[in-house]
Structures are given as C-alpha cells and as structure tokens.
C-alpha cells in the first residue's frame, strides 16, 4: 500500500485570535482589480514559523493507496485518508490549475474543537490544492472531506479562489463526539474587494441564493442545539453564533480589515468606535465596492499596512521609540501599575513567516496565468517575487530544508530578510526610506520585465507547454535567488552607511570619498525634539550643561 506523507514540518503556529492575532487576507475580485486578476493575499504570521515554499509534484495514484496527515501547526500525527487517485502540482498556496488557498484563525467557541478529528485547516488547504481544478471543487473537497473524516482544529477563515471566482469560506468543528463542521462559503462579487484577519466575519447567509452561496444543511439548525442562536433563520449570523465580538476581535482583527477598507471607501469612517472595540455597533460589510480598482502591487503595499494616518497609526506614540518604528514587541498585552493595556496589531508584522499575493489570469493558459507573489519575513521588509505556480522547482532561497528557524543560512530568504529587518527596526524613520527605495525599483521593475518573459513563455507554450514550464521554472528561481543575493548585498550597504549611530553620505548606493580617497565627513543626525523633551523630561537636571 502506498503512502505519501504531507507537511512533516514542526510549526508552533499560534490559532486563537486573543493570543498573538496571527495572519491577513486581503482579496480582489477579477473587475475590481486594474487588469482582470482575480488577487488573494496572505501574510503567514508567527514566531514559530518558518519562512519557505511548499511543493508537491502531480502524481497518479494506486487504488487503495493512502496518505498521512500531520497537524500543519505541530507535526503531530493525525491519521489516514484515502489518496486520490491523482494529485496536481502545488507550489506554495497555489496549484497547477491557479486555485489558491490561504486563510485565517478565528477560533470560536472552544467546546466545538475536536481532538478526534483527522483534517486540521493546513492540511485541508494543502490536500484540497492537490485535488481540485477549481474554487468551488476546492470547497467540495474541503466540506467533504471534514465530513468523512472529522475536522480537528478550530475556527478558520478560508480565501478560495481560481481564475474566475474567489470566496471566503468560514467554517467550525462540532465538538468531540460530532463529527464534521458547520460552514458556509459566500462568493466575493466580481466587482468587489474583502478581507479577513481572525475574526469570523460572515453575517446573515443568503440561503436563497445557491449559485454564489455554499453551506452546511445544519449551520444554523447545529447553533440552536447548542444554544447559541434562537431566531428565524433569516436573522442568523455565523459570526455571532459561532465566534462572538470581544475587545481583541474587534481592535486587533476587524481593525485590520478596516484599515484596508478605508483606502477604498470613505464610509468607513463610521465604523471607527466598532474597530476600537464597541462590539454594539453595526459590524462592517463582508466586502465592498472599491473607489477604484487594484492592481497587485496595492495589494502588496496594503500588507505593509501599520494604521499609518489614522487614529491607531502605531509610529505617533511614545512606543514607536526615537525613530518612530511601527512595531512592539510581544507579549501584546501588559499591565502598569495594575491596569491592563495592549500594543496595536497592524497587518505588517515582524512575526511573519511567509507573505504571498496570489494573481490568477483567465486570459492566459494555466501555465503562464497563475503567478505566487511571495516572501519570507514581515511584508513590509521584503521584496515580493514573482513565482509561477506552474513551476516544477522552487528557487533555493525559498526551499524546504535550506536552514530552519535555529540554522541560519545565507542562502535562505528568511534569514537574510530578518537579517536586514532587525538592522531597520532599531532605526526605522532613517533606514526605511532605503529599503523602500530598493522594494520600489525591484518590484516596479517588475512590470518592465514581465511582459517579455511572458511573451517568450506563451511563444514557448504553442510549441510545447511542457518548454514554457520549465522556462517559468528557471525563470522564477534564478529571478528569486538573485533578489535575495542583492538584499544580502543591501545589508552590508546598510551596516556601513548607518554603523554606530552615524549617517555616510552615498549617492545611488555608492558612498562618497574626498579628494585623498577617505571617507567624506558623515552626519550625526541624533534623535528629534520630541525625543529629547521625553530625555529631558526624566533626566534634564542629571544632564544639564553648566557654564
């Protein structure tokens, strides 16, 4: 009997929402985006988590063969499930067929987790990639397979999509000794964008409506049995009944989705007083109708998000430090002389493990259409590079076993991005204007270059598709493992320019000398005002000059 074993990988990936409120999506259907891509992201967010690129190859299996399932959080082993009788390629949270999968953690209500069950939500999103053509066979697989074997994990946002469609699917176990889930999938209008940062956020379920609504036949009948709802169906939320509002929920999971939003809808203003915590205000839409339409890289630059401009912009308070960086360190709540307080939980986070935008192209052949935007490390910190879900490799920088969380690798993405983040977050206000200037000219350079690889690739394609993925596959790992030498290079340049507190003057990267080959004079730019009020304000007559 032949076995495949899926994710072996031991990740210590935080699940409950009021713990670290880990991962965001943001999603864009095909006519809300600048050129007709359907565009799901993910940011993968946690300290346990290693930043790296799955891949699984097609295969045709035996009848009777079966596959073991670890928890994609521990590595805990699972059980069995039949094996299909074929499996497609997978790279990343993208198939051979351009259906990606990402997702977030709600939790819920603890009662309904059940340790029996043999799917957890990593594997249902890696298994489903394996067996599906698209979204709404993803769905099927996924439903059907919790069904059959139980569903072990807690509350989970999914983002499905394929070329043509993408949908939020939010589903919940049973509890020990009820086998299955109870869930619902809602279809994102073409002409809209959501998004989802664990909280559950699907309200009332258009039942009626069977083509673009997908859900359990107990979902509402399963929350009466247990107490949780006692209404007409109709009235019935999935959110309230199976992951009420609390102050986290709202502050630090449907705030994210609202500073998203905001960008593209000015009524969003009226939701303010809900993301900050008053869980009896009307909840925000599912999704909207953008005041203009996206493009890959707003997505990209929307995942760097920290609130900058609103009311929670997290680089105006006294915790942002003298170079105003918009991270805090966990735990994320404290207490100060008896009273409880927390630090903002913005979508770009230093606890990332791998970030990815998933663009899915209908007018293009599935081998050329799909392409993994991806990165490891904090979105704000990292270059997104193009991989093309047809490819038959991945680029060494994002291999699986090209070091790990405790084996530092220069060669790795992860490490040589942390590597860099944590030179900038000691100095953000200065350092940040040189990494976004190098982010800038490599993803914008992007948009030059491929539109002549996919030229080549198409040219390639009506010879012999099987040209075209192998070109892509070059193409995508040479591209992500130059990029990641460059960043190493781009460390080095930061550790000279800002070494020990000073500023080297440089012009395009080069740094300047005098006339005798020296170094010219660097600046000393010290801290800001504000910064040596707050000094002198717990210090100044310890430090004051005497004449």
């Given at each position: 009997m032949r076995k495949q074993r899926i994710l072996t990988a031991s990740i210590a990936f935080f699940t409950a929402c009021g713990s670290v409120w880990a991962c965001t999506n943001l999603l864009v259907g095909r006519k809300a985006s600048t050129d007709g891509s359907v565009?799901?992201?993910y940011?993968?967010?946690?300290?346990?988590?290693?930043?790296?690129m799955y891949r699984w190859k097609a295969a045709k299996w035996d009848k009777g063969a079966m596959l073991d399932v670890y928890e994609w959080d521990s590595g805990k082993p699972l059980g069995q499930i039949a094996q299909a009788a074929e499996t497609y390629s997978v790279v990343g949270n993208m198939n051979e067929y351009q259906v990606a999968i990402t997702e977030t953690t709600f939790g819920g209500r603890r009662e309904l987790r059940d340790s029996t069950g043999i799917l957890d939500y990593g594997s249902l999103i890696y298994i489903a990639l394996q067996r599906s053509r698209s979204a709404r066979e993803a769905i099927k697989v996924m439903t059907g397979l919790v069904a059959e074997y139980g569903y072990y994990s807690g509350g989970e946002s999914f983002s499905i999509a394929d070329k043509n469609e993408v949908w939020i699917m939010e589903m919940i176990g049973k509890g020990v000794g009820n086998k299955g889930a109870v869930w619902v999938a809602i279809r994102i209008p073409?002409?809209?964008?959501?998004?989802?940062?664990?909280?559950?956020?699907?309200?009332?379920?258009?039942?009626?409506?069977?083509?673009?609504?997908?859900?359990?036949?107990?979902?509402?009948?399963?929350?009466?049995?247990?107490?949780?709802?006692?209404?007409?169906?109709?009235?019935?939320s999935f959110a309230k009944a199976y992951n009420p509002y609390d102050f986290g929920g709202l502050r630090a999971c449907e705030a994210r989705v609202w500073s998203f939003f905001r960008k593209y809808d000015t009524a969003m203003e009226r939701y303010v007083d809900f993301i900050k915590g008053d869980a009896s205000q009307e909840p925000m839409p599912?999704?909207?109708?953008?005041?203009?339409?996206?493009?890959?890289?707003?997505?990209?630059?929307?995942?760097?998000?920290?609130?900058?401009?609103?009311?929670?912009?997290?680089?105006?308070?006294?915790?942002?430090?003298?170079?105003?960086?918009?991270?805090?360190?966990?735990?994320?709540n404290y207490k100060v002389d008896g009273t409880?307080?927390?630090?903002?939980?913005?979508?770009?986070?230093?606890?990332?493990g791998f970030v990815i935008v998933a663009q899915m192209r209908n007018w293009l052949p599935d081998v050329v259409g799909g392409i993994a935007w991806f990165g490891?490390?904090?979105a704000a910190m990292v270059v997104f590079n193009p991989v093309y879900s047809s490819s038959l490799d991945v680029p060494e920088c994002y291999r699986v076993g090209n070091g790990d969380l405790l084996t530092f690798s220069w060669t790795s993405a992860f490490w040589v991005h942390n590597w860099v983040a944590n030179m900038v977050y000691n100095r953000y206000s200065d350092m940040i204007t040189d990494v976004r200037k190098l982010q800038n000219e490599i993803?914008?350079?992007?948009?030059?270059?491929?539109?002549?690889?996919?030229?080549?690739?198409?040219?390639?394609?009506?010879?012999?598709?099987?040209?075209?993925?192998?070109?892509?596959?070059?193409?995508?790992?040479?591209?992500a493992d130059e990029v990641t030498a460059r960043w190493k290079q781009f460390g080095e340049f930061l550790t000279v320019k800002y070494l020990d507190g000073i500023v080297k003057k440089e012009e395009n990267g080069t740094f300047?000398?005098?006339?005798?080959?020296?170094?010219?004079?660097?600046?000393?730019?010290?801290?800001?005002?504000?910064?040596?009020?707050?000094?002198?304000?717990?210090?100044g007559e310890r430090l004051k000059v005497v004449d």
């Open positions: 565009i799901i992201s940011t993968a967010d946690s300290h346990g988590l290693y930043g790296e073409d002409d809209c964008i959501a998004g989802h940062a664990n909280q559950s956020r699907i309200q009332q379920i258009p039942f009626s409506d069977k083509e673009n609504c997908l859900y359990s036949p107990d979902v509402v009948s399963f929350a009466r049995s247990k107490g949780y709802y006692s209404g007409d169906d109709k009235d019935f599912l999704y909207i109708k953008p005041s203009r339409q996206l493009s890959v890289r707003d997505v990209q630059q929307n995942l760097r998000d920290h609130y900058e401009g609103t009311a929670l912009d997290m680089t105006q308070d006294a915790g942002a430090g003298p170079f105003k960086a918009p991270y805090r360190w966990r735990p994320m409880e307080y927390f630090h903002e939980r913005p979508i770009a986070t230093q606890q990332t490891c490390d904090d993803e914008g350079g992007y948009e030059t270059t491929l539109p002549a690889i996919e030229k080549a690739a198409l040219e390639l394609y009506a010879k012999s598709p099987d040209e075209a993925r192998q070109f892509l596959t070059w193409y995508s790992c040479t591209n300047k000398r005098n006339r005798y080959g020296q170094a010219e004079r660097p600046t000393t730019p010290g801290y800001d005002t504000e910064f040596y009020r707050e000094i002198v304000k717990s210090a």
